[in-house]
Nanobody, 124 residues
Framework: EVQLVESGGGLVQAGGSLRLSCAASGFTFDDYAIGWFRQAPGKEREGVSCISVRNGYRYYGDSVKGRFAISSDNAKNTVYLRMNNLKPEDTAVYYC?????????????????WGQGTQVTVSS
């Protein structure tokens, strides 16, 4: 059974940091790309970051460049999203998802598997 389980969300003040984790199981982790998306109330889902486990390629959305960093621990089948200098506009439910092509697709329909999401709330 394929599973993606996010953790690490919470409430933080503006300027603070959080690290999200996405633990994957049930598929060949090394062949995939793992992306992070977020969705705020009343807004469309937004691609935040992605890493190709296969070749190490990394992608960041314009709104998080320079503040967020994505990494993977292949031995643990886990991808991390380190979020620094958080802003109130970063408040959203964050989801991780797996792209079977290993290509870090920019559209959510390119991802086959999704986690349940973790809430990140940034207070001003």
């Amino acid at each position: 059974e394929v599973q993606l389980v996010e953790s690490g969300g919470g409430l933080v003040q503006a300027g603070g940091s959080l690290r999200l984790s996405c633990a994957a199981s049930g598929f060949t982790f090394d062949d995939y790309a793992i992306g992070w998306f977020r969705q705020a109330p009343g807004k469309e889902r937004e691609g935040v970051s992605c890493i190709s486990v296969r070749n190490g390629y990394r992608y960041y959305g314009d709104s998080v460049k320079g503040r967020f960093a994505i990494s993977s621990d292949n031995a643990k089948n886990t991808v991390y999203l380190r979020m620094n200098n958080l802003k109130p506009e970063d408040t959203a439910v964050y989801y991780c998802a797996a792209d079977p092509r290993g290509l870090c697709g920019r559209r959510d329909y390119e991802y086959d598997f999704w986690g349940q999401g973790t809430q990140v709330t940034v207070s001003s």
